[in-house]
């Protein structure tokens, strides 16, 4: 019963969708109160139709009903608790489910919470939400279905990819869509917004948070990913520009630069259409992001070729929203009036610059995703885009960008001087200079862009640090007075200013971990010891275990530097029961400079284990930064210029707030 | 990442796999086995997903892995080594793909896309500088309605709301 | 006038890509040509499967003898077992000489396997290593070639053949290429 009570509230909410989709635009157009009126309770109510859905399928895997299709395929009765639940949406359906659920609660969020919203905008944007809504609900309805029952039903689950039995990998696919999904927020913003022909301050304001709330949760998404991938693959990789990568890169890059973008519609009232068209497009990306990934056209067209019906509705489907919305751009646009006014050089200078290059970076990455694809529709043969070519073409994008981003947030709105700017960063660049010499003297048989790489990281930290000491004016009034003008200083500053931060160490990490590693890859009898990168790493043998749903072979290496005990890393190899594929857990040690990094492999017929050894620099510098742009966003989240509209706040009357800082 | 594997291990079969790099494979020179390294780097694992046959538990990757090496031992430069591996399996195996006319589009694509927005923004600039005569009639058509009353009245919320 | 067209730029390049998609729907990525159709065999000789009769095969046999079949077979693989009636109906007409390249496979299990499946081939030869299979650019097997009397291969397939393959394909082929 429960499937079927899970396929009828995905059909009534289909239902409702299509009533959402339809009444309150028209209401809107004609002026109908009543009918636009519709749009809230119906927002709130495809929520709970859809929550009651995503509940049934969750049930259905907690009580592992294999004669339900989906179930059969992805899960087993031993699987352990959060890997049943996890397990609702590693796959293709229920990942679509999932997908709904939180466009219907932001879509009810908009409902709810959205009363400062001006009536008509308010009702395109839910009408526009629930057209997208439609398009899923119709996909998994027609080709898709998560509750198809199967006959006979199977003693048992397939069980889940055991690569995906993982608490890195079960949160990442949420997180994703998360910001996915955020984005359609602003992607229905702009479409309400180019029928309604006005884009202003207050629209840029509506869309920020949104785009902001689903930037941090594509940011953590990404890195989960990436995370994951860094632990799980057993040798320390960490980005490979796969397909799969880019598909939620891309997004982030389009993401990135709305953010940006809009910061200039919001405070110089310019870039509008531009603004609208990013927004339009990073939606697009995190659509194609959605479909590329589970229907497989980059990874394995054999999803379309047992199932064509799904392609030719993804691609219908992807061509009535992003072709329908680029024609509405297209018409509507160009009436956009923009007021602002402004020099090459200057603030909205500097932000366009991030915009061109960001814009550029993700249009290259879907250059060379699609490539091959497209190459190979008009019979050009096969060829393979990897990430040399990706490293190539993105790297000399980046660092032009890199270096601008100290500079930019010194410039003035409208009109700038460039020398000030520069000559204010001459510790910027001292310091700069100074880590470079540093890093050539440590690593001078590493690669030279690991140097550059380093400097440009130093170069944005120290920049963005003089930038804020300017804005407290440290040092040249009193400290009390800097104190109490960093107390005033608006949140959204400080988040620009701590994202920076965050993307400097970032930049470290990444430097460090690709530039500087030492692998060392060996086989070691117990008591064998070997010396990674002035550590000495003791290997006490392996033994055999059992997990939940696995076997296990752990190794001990006892890790010492100088003569002194570090660490004891248990590095496993698992073997899952059902599927009977093999994973590796690396064991980590991380510390401030690096990752001591051991995986433990085979056996061979000596007697010895085959062992990976690795010190990867720097590699918590990553992780470390990210969070730290993460919580930039969150802080700019929380700055009170995003909650206009709600009734003022007796306190906040009294405080002050710099409209022009921060970006 | 590594799901395309299993998906296509259903379709054709390999032996089971083995790990990537193992250090029965691992060349005694350094020098020489740096260089296998990079070359592995760039070369794709043809029964993965864009991996390289060095990041690669595939036992073709094993295979090509070792044949690189062999080549290397053999006195072959970098350069014959790849064409060897080019030569049976296509430029497919290239993770770098060659600059040819089939992949134009797809090396100078990123510099036009930069140029191109490049000459957007200087376009800008200049029709900034030179006035806005040409829009504006189309823009005075369409201009936005005025506010409604309801509207005045939350700017002046507003207004209240950031005043000091 | 140019200011408009600017705007509809994003719509015309969504659209191009589009249609590349559209067409692309088509195309299964995972099948590679092979970089040596219309090439030379490469160079080779096998021993037969350990144990086994006939005295293998190498590429001298290739030239001069008709149009020849090559079908990289294991016994571990399955979709091998699914393709092999097909391979043996083709052996029995008689239009090509096939052989049967087995690749990296225990000499006793492929054996035991031919006996199982019946072996049709003109003559097998065992690659255990295989680096010969490497030689024709193999990937994945099954996979099956076609060369002409010359030595030139004219056809790969790469998967297990199926009926419709077999009639539309492969006997055309080697029809065409037969002297």
Known sequence: MTAEIGHFALILALLIATMQATLPLIGAHKGYGSWMATARPAAVTQFGLVAISFGCLTQLYLTSDFSVLNVVQNSHTAKPLIYKIAGVWANHEGSLLLWVLILSLFGSAVAVFGSNLPPRLRARVLSVQAMIAVGFYLFMLLTSNPFERVFPAPINGQDLNPLLQDPGLAIHPPMLYLGYVGFSMAFSFAIAALIEGRVDAAWARWVRPWTLAAWCFLTGGITLGSWWAYYELGWGGWWFWDPVEN????????????????????????????????????????????????????????????????????????????????????????????TGVFQPISREGALLLNNLIMATAAAAVLLGTLYPLLLDAIGGGKISVGPPFFNAVFIPLMVPMIAAMAVGPMLSWKRADLKPALTRLWTAALAAGAIMLAAWALFADGPVMGVLGIGLAGWLFIGTLVELGGRLQLFKVPLSDSFSRLRRTPRAAWGMTLAHLGLAITIAGMVG????????????????????????????????????????????????????????????????????????????????????????????????????????????????GVVIMVCAGCLSLTDRRHRIGAPAKSRAQGRVTAQTAGA | MRKALFALALVFAWPPPAWAVNPD????????????????????????????????????????????????????????????????????????????????????????????????????????????????PAAVLTRPPPLSDEENRRIEELLKDDAP | MANRLVYILPLMVFLIMAVYFAIGLSKDPSILPSALINKPIPEFSLPPIDGGPGKGFSSADLRGNGVSVINVFASWCVPCRVEHPLIARLAALKVATVYGLNFKDKPKKALKWLQEMGD?????????????????????????????????????????????????????IIKKFSP
């Open chain 1, 247 to 338: 598909a939620s890169f891309m997004p982030w890059l389009a993401g990135t630069a709305l953010l940006h973008s809009s910061t200039v519609v919001e405070k110089r009232d310019t870039l509008k259409g531009w603004t609208i068209l990013l927004a339009i497009i990073t939606f697009s990306l995190s659509l194609l992001g959605t479909f590329l990934v589970r229907s497989g056209v980059l990874t394995s067209v054999h999803a379309f070729a047992t199932d064509p019906a799904r392609g030719v509705f993804i691609l219908a489907f992807l061509i009535i929203v992003i072709g329908g919305s680029l024609a509405l751009f297209a018409w509507r646009a160009p009436q956009l009036v923009s």
């Open chain 1, 513 to 624: 971990a690709g530039a500087w590693r030492t692998e060392s890859i060996q086989a070691m009898k117990p008591g064998d010891t070997v010396t990674v990168a002035g550590y000495e790493f003791t290997f006490d043998g392996a033994k055999d275990g059992k997990g939940p749903n696995y076997s296990i072979t752990e190794g001990t290496f006892r890790v010492f530097k100088g003569g002194k005990a570090v660490v004891t890393l248990n590095p496993e190899k698992r073997i899952y029961m059902v599927s009977k594929r093999q994973t590796t857990e690396a064991a980590i040690h991380t510390t401030f400079f690096g990752d001591l990094y051991a995986v433990v492999g085979d056996q061979d017929p000596s007697g010895a284990y085959v062992t990976r050894l690795y010190f990867n620099p720097l590699v918590a510098w990553m992780w470390g």
């Open chain 2, 25 to 136: 494979e691992v060349l005694s020179d350094p020098v020489m086995e740096n260089r296998a390294r990079e070359i592995s780097r760039g070369l794709r694992c043809l029964v993965c997903q864009n991996q390289s046959i060095d990041d690669s538990d595939a036992d073709l990757a094993k295979d090509l892995r070792i044949i690189v090496r062999e080549r290397l031992t053999a006195g072959d430069s970098d350069a014959q080594v790849v064409d060897f591996v080019v030569s049976r399996y296509g430029d497919y195996v290239l993770l770098k793909p060659p600059f040819k006319l089939a992949t134009l589009v797809l090396w100078l694509g990123p510099a036009a896309i930069a140029g191109g927005g490049l000459i957007a923004v200087l376009m800008f600039f200049r029709r900034r500088r030179t006035g806005e005569s040409a829009v504006q």
């Open chain 3, 120 to 172: 049709p081939y003109a003559a097998h030869g065992s690659d255990p290593k295989g680096r010969v299979a490497i030689d024709f650019g193999v990937y994945g097997i099954p996979e099956t070639f076609i060369i002409d009397n010359d030595g030139i291969i004219r056809y790969k397939y790469v998967g297990p053949i199926n009926p419709g393959r077999l009639e539309k394909e492969i006997l055309p």
